[in-house]
């Protein structure tokens, strides 16, 4: 077993294991780390590439918020605002049930996983066929209330994280009662949620330069997000990562082929093969000044039982109510 233990990060930002912000490439500390993760991923990467621990599936294609620098913000967003089949979703599962998928399941990607009103029934569905996988969310809260979280757990969720985004002048006040008759109800005892605060006037990185508010990068070096994310879209199709927001960079679509093959293709293969030499020079990565970097005091895994890639303790059950520290943003 491969292990390569992290130090902690001290200015970690956000709450997934891998943080998609703009660090300044100035710091010789973000150097060294990127220099480590391009590292693991280096000696790790080989034919067949260690399978993915955590999948991003999209059962909608859309948003209901504005954030300013977001490409999937409805100021911004041109995706046709479409829902997932029951076809599709049925592939999905039966192909994770098939490898035995005991990781991450992140119900959202680029859109409000509430806006669809099947959501706990999906997550009731993979559940049913895959009860060794962990199931999370992310939601802007905008459609939260504590009924409908009730529901979400009462059908296996096992995370709910809410994004607050807030503007220089306006809290939400839909993120602040539900937070309140979280701490109010039964299910505080019993259950947890993770509230990140986060401005959404402020300017972040520029999202493979979809970003409405960061068009420009200049940005070159290794990225770890094709080594580790599966990214599913409402048709089925694979893309290259959370910042491929409008599936500009597909490998194939899980209703022609089977995951394993998608993950593993001549495409695939080749785009990791560019960023571990540093080059963004081709598709969506030409613009992109993302950097992510591990979560502190985190460490990466290659099971060699099931060739999976590993990050523990990548999901937040510990705390009844944590709340985040503001994101902070690090010019480029
Ligand atoms: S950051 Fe999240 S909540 Fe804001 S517009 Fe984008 S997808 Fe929606
Ligand atoms: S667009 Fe390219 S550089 Fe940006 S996060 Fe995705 S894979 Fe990484």
């Known amino acids: 077993m491969l292990k390569i233990k992290k130090k902690r990060l001290e200015n970690y930002l956000g709450n997934s294991f891998l943080a998609p912000y703009t660090i300044s490439l100035r710091s010789p500390f973000l150097r060294r780390r990127t220099a480590k993760l391009r590292a693991v991923f280096e000696k790790i990467h080989q034919q067949p590439s260690p ?8 059962t ?30 049925n592939e999905i599962t039966s192909q994770l049930k098939a490898i035995k998928f005991n990781g991450l399941i992140s119900l959202f990607n680029n859109n409000d996983p509430l806006i669809d009103k099947r959501l706990p029934e999906i997550i009731t ?10 199931i999370e969310i992310y939601t802007n809260g905008i459609l939260l209330d504590i009924q409908q979280a009730v529901r979400l757990w009462n059908a296996g969720l096992d995370s709910l994280m809410v994004d ?3 503007t220089n002048s306006a809290r939400n006040r839909k993120v602040e009662k539900f937070i309140e008759d979280f701490k109010n109800s039964n299910y505080f005892e019993t259950h947890s949620v993770t ?14 330069g979809q970003a409405l508010n960061k068009k420009e990068s200049k940005a070159s070096g290794f990225c770890a997000y094709p080594f580790m994310q599966f990214n599913v879209n409402y048709k089925g199709e694979i893309h290259l990562c959370c910042n491929d927001v409008y599936y500009q960079e597909t490998y194939g679509n899980i209703m022609e082929k089977d995951l394993n093959s998608i993950w593993n293709s ?17 598709g969506v990565c030409k613009n992109c000044d993302t950097f992510p970097v591990l979560k502190g005091s985190e460490e990466i895994v290659l099971q060699e039982s099931n060739n999976q890639v590993v990050i523990p303790g990548y999901i937040n059950n510990g705390q ?10 690090y010019p480029i």
């Open 51 to 58: 399978l993915f621990h955590q999948i991003q599936i999209e």
């Open 60 to 89: 909608c294609s859309f948003c209901n918020n504005d954030c300013h620098f977001c490409p999937a913000s409805t100021a911004a967003d041109i995706r046709p605002k479409e829902f997932m089949s029951w076809d599709v979703i």
């Open 125 to 134: 569905h993979l559940k049913k066929n895959l009860p060794e996988a962990k």
């Open 164 to 166: 607050h985004y807030y």
């Open 195 to 208: 509230v990140n605060e986060i401005n959404k006037e402020i300017v972040r990185s520029s999202r493979g």
């Open 266 to 282: 001549k495409k695939f293969q080749a785009k990791r093969k560019m960023l571990l030499e540093g080059n963004r020079n081709t």
């Open 320 to 329: 009844k109510l944590h709340l985040e520290k503001p994101a902070k943003v």
